[in-house]
């Protein structure tokens, strides 16, 4: 079936394929839903990539080199932060710049790292459970960053939907003059928004240089950010919508590969190009204004300024 | 008894701008208070200082006897001071009860909150589902959720500025009933307006404005509309002379005209049709966001539309652009001054010259501009409608809200057109030019024009209008004449209390 490619392993590797993806989009979910809009989630992604593979390789360490990793793209988010709201740069322009400078700070970084092996992270030991068939192989194969991965999507859309922090940060992203009438801080709330899209934009990039490479290259994250970015309007800004959308990006790479290793009588260029595509027609779909009929909160990329 | 609220010699100044100066008043428990004055008469700042927006330069405030400073609404808020803006502070995305729990410091659950908005909405008269979007909701249902905001903290003075301006006649009602239950409970209300009906049957006692300052005191009851109205302008009114002339052949035809709006959250327009004669003054009411802007930009030629749809002195225009429209004799002045009628950063003789090129003749040969006659007709404009600025080479951004309106309308009228469209023409106008732009509507209609006049101002159509309609949901109601027609039926042609009514009267 399928020139030979098994579905199992299939479903299994694409949850695996979408994970840098999916912690990323769930990060920038966040952000845009507190009113900016952060198009440096590919510089950042690649920060952490750089930042996490760098203190892995130093101290032997996994989680060290993923905490890194969060630390490393929050710290560049703060240039983003600070342009954006404390000069009240245009939001674009900055995430686009935060992207430029990430990939060539990165590359710089990462001079004497190439061919550098990272020390391994590990499935996590489900012990008989993984020999399951089937479920094994899908639920129980994979390693502790795919799990919080999963369980941060919960956790997002629960803060979101089911707290009171959640509510004033939609209120900031839905009409940010309200909520400083109410009395609510929104440059506050908005920084705290745009660390936390880094950390986890910062850990998706990691994931790609420490587990799904594993090595570190230039330009190793390949886009993701871009891709990451469609996924959050392709889910109308909802965390579950979020997992969804990975999924099926990620699937579509996975499946791109293993067509390509099936000798699919599709040229490869067209399958290699799909994500690409997509990403583009849904940023068109953004940027065209039709943004609030995908249900988009009414602030995003708009700068406030409390004027009274 | 002693007062809740005393307020004395309370001032404000602004760079080159005297908001504020010694004002002092006071209200009892239980009082409704009218604060009234012209645009720009200092209520707003009045206000914004009480509720702690703005700090005052000059004079105190005592509350309960203690003296009242406060430095942020929070602290206005724990003192027990609420407020409803003339604009919402309200989050579209967001359901009623959330919105509810954002104004509140300390929200309880979310499943108390929406039972506690369920009865207290409903022991006051003012109907709300918590769990509906607000964006979805209307405007007179915007307001009940800022109302309920500030009830379920139990003010002991609740200040509301400018609350009718969106309201249905119906809903109107339904808000002075709710007003008059709070005070017999006990909570004093400070009333912003500047519609004196309303004063004169809602409020016990009035502080009149003029320039910052208290020009008068009195308990509007005792008072004429006529007379609170000369204590607020400082001069007698005189109502627009209008005489009744023949109507002449209908110069403007607008048949099924339906239109998606271009507008994010606007209302489409479905099968709009009316006719207005030579000389006739159509006056189409409506709560603000029922259609007006798309209505005006299909009639400008802004929107293009399908044949038939309008036509202008017989001609088909529906495919015709802005200026195709102005040579038929159409012209029209949009509600959004800066930005869609006048360019801000641009001269007046420019702005003059963008609309008026065409009828006025300011293009010469090859396409050139005339700037001689363009600064001419611009001073022109200035001259015949009192327009207060230094010349027509000032900036269209550097004119008052009221003297831009002026030169808008005047700018229209000069072109000698056959038929005028403008919506909300005295909109932040103050009084006596408010006048004045209605006589020179009624002038040119005198001249053979026909005339649409798209507003919310009720007092102000049924002056000028010879028939009236109004728009709710997109949808026209059949035009009928303004003769005779009582502010009731009125309402029930806008739609009557949005959300009370089980059927539309106009569906």
New interface residues.
């Given amino acids: 079936m399928l020139g030979g490619i098994d579905p199992f392993i299939l479903i299994a590797s694409l949850i695996a394929a979408s994970v840098p993806i999916l912690l990323a989009a769930l990060g920038e979910a966040v952000v845009e839903r507190a009113g900016v809009l952060n198009l440096g989630v590919e510089g950042m992604m690649i920060m952490g990539a750089v930042t996490g593979f760098m203190v892995s390789v130093a101290t032997g360490s996994p989680l060290l080199g993923f905490l890194a990793a969060m630390a490393g793209a929050m710290a560049l988010s703060l240039i983003f932060a600070f342009l954006t709201q404390v000069m009240l740069a245009n939001q674009v322009a900055s995430g686009l710049a935060l992207t430029l400078f990430g990939l060539g700070f990165s590359s710089l970084l990462g001079q004497g790292y190439v061919g550098v092996k990272p020390p391994l992270t590990t499935a996590v030991p489900f012990g008989p459970l993984a020999d399951l068939p089937v479920i094994g192989e899908i639920l129980f194969s994979h390693d502790w960053i795919t799990y919080l991965s999963l369980a941060l999507v919960g956790l997002v859309w629960f803060v979101l939907n089911r707290t009171?922090t959640g509510?004033?940060l939609?209120?900031v992203g839905?009409?940010a003059?309200?909520?400083h009438?109410?009395?609510?801080k929104v440059r506050r709330i908005r920084l705290l928004a745009i660390l936390f899209g880094a950390a986890l934009a910062g850990l998706g990039g990691a994931y790609i240089s420490l587990v799904r490479v594993p090595q570190w290259t230039d330009g190793i994250t390949a886009g993701a950010g871009w891709i990451a970015l469609a996924i959050v309007v392709f889910a109308s800004w909802r965390p579950l919508r979020v997992l969804a959308g990975a999924w099926l990006f990620g699937g579509l790479t996975v499946l791109q590969l293993n067509l390509q290793a099936a000798g699919s009588g599709i040229p490869v260029e067209y399958l290699s190009m799909a994500p690409y595509l997509i990403t583009i027609i849904v940023l068109v779909l953004i940027s065209s204004g039709k943004g609030?009929a995908l249900?988009a909160?009414?602030a995003l990329g708009q700068n406030f300024h409390a004027s009274? | 008894m002693s007062d809740l609220l005393r307020i004395e010699g309370l001032g404000k100044t602004y760079p080159g701008v005297v908001a504020n100066a010694d004002v002092s008043f006071a209200i009892r428990p239980g009082e409704i208070h009218a604060l009234l004055g012209e645009n720009g008469a200092g209520k707003s700042t009045l206000v914004k200082m009480i509720y702690g927006l703005v700090r005052p330069d000059t004079g105190r405030m005592t509350l309960h006897a203690q003296a009242y400073a406060p430095t942020e609404p929070r602290a206005a808020r724990a003192s027990g001071v609420a407020m409803v803006f003339q604009h919402f502070n309200l989050f579209e995305a967001l359901t009623v009860a959330e919105n509810v729990a954002l104004g509140m410091e300390n929200p309880p659950p979310m499943k108390t909150l929406s039972a506690r908005i369920a009865q207290v909405s409903g022991d006051y008269g003012l109907p709300l589902d918590p769990a509906r979007r607000v964006g979805d909701l209307s405007a007179g249902e915007r307001q009940r959720v800022e109302i309920i905001r500030c009830l379920l903290q139990s003010p002991r003075l609740l200040i509301m500025d400018e609350p009718t301006s969106v309201l249905t006649p119906q809903e109107v009602a339904i808000l002075f009933a709710t007003l008059r239950k709070l005070a017999a409970e006990g909570v004093s209300i400070l009333y912003i307006s500047h519609k004196l009906e309303e004063i004169r049957s809602l409020c016990d006692g009035a502080t009149i404005l003029r320039r910052g300052r208290v020009v008068a005191s009195c308990t509007p009851r005792d008072k004429t509309a006529g007379e609170l109205a000369e204590m607020m302008v400082g001069s007698a009114l005189s109502a627009p002379a209008r005489q009744p002339g023949a109507k002449g052949d209908v110069a403007l035809e607008v048949a099924g005209l339906s239109l998606a709006s271009p507008i994010a959250f606007g209302t489409a327009l479905k099968d709009i049709r009316f006719a207005v004669r030579k000389g006739e003054v159509l006056g189409i009411a409506g709560v603000a966001g029922n259609g007006q802007d798309e209505l005006l930009l299909a009639l400008s030629g802004e929107l293009r539309t399908a044949p038939g749809m309008v036509r202008i002195g017989g001609k088909d225009a529906g495919a015709l652009r802005p200026t195709q429209r102005r040579a038929l004799g159409l012209v029209a002045a949009p509600e959004e001054r800066l930005g869609h009628a006048a360019a801000p950063d641009m001269t007046l003789t420019e702005n003059a010259l963008l609309s008026g090129a065409l009828r006025r003749g300011l293009l010469g040969r090859g396409g050139f501009l005339r700037w001689g006659q363009a600064k001419d007709f611009a001073s022109e404009i200035i001259a015949s409608f009192d327009v207060r600025t230094p010349g027509p080479g000032a900036a269209a951004r550097s004119l008052s809200g009221g003297n831009l309106q002026k030169f808008v309308v005047g700018r229209e009228l000069l072109q000698s057109p056959s038929v005028v469209v403008v919506n909300q023409p005295t909109w932040g106008v103050d009084a006596s030019a408010a006048a004045s732009i209605r006589q020179a509507l009624l002038d040119r209609a005198a001249q053979g024009a026909a005339v649409v006049v798209i507003s919310q101002d009720l007092d102000e159509l049924l002056e000028i209008s010879d028939s009236f309609a109004a728009l709710n949901g997109g949808r026209l109601s059949a035009p009928r004449p303004a003769q005779g027609l009582t502010v009731e039926e009125i309402g029930l042609m806008m739609g009557g209390a949005h959300g009370m009514e089980v059927a539309h009267a106009s569906a």
């Fill in positions: 009171r509510l004033i939609r209120a839905e009409n003059e309200a909520a009438g109410l009395g609510y609030r249900d909160p009414a009274r």
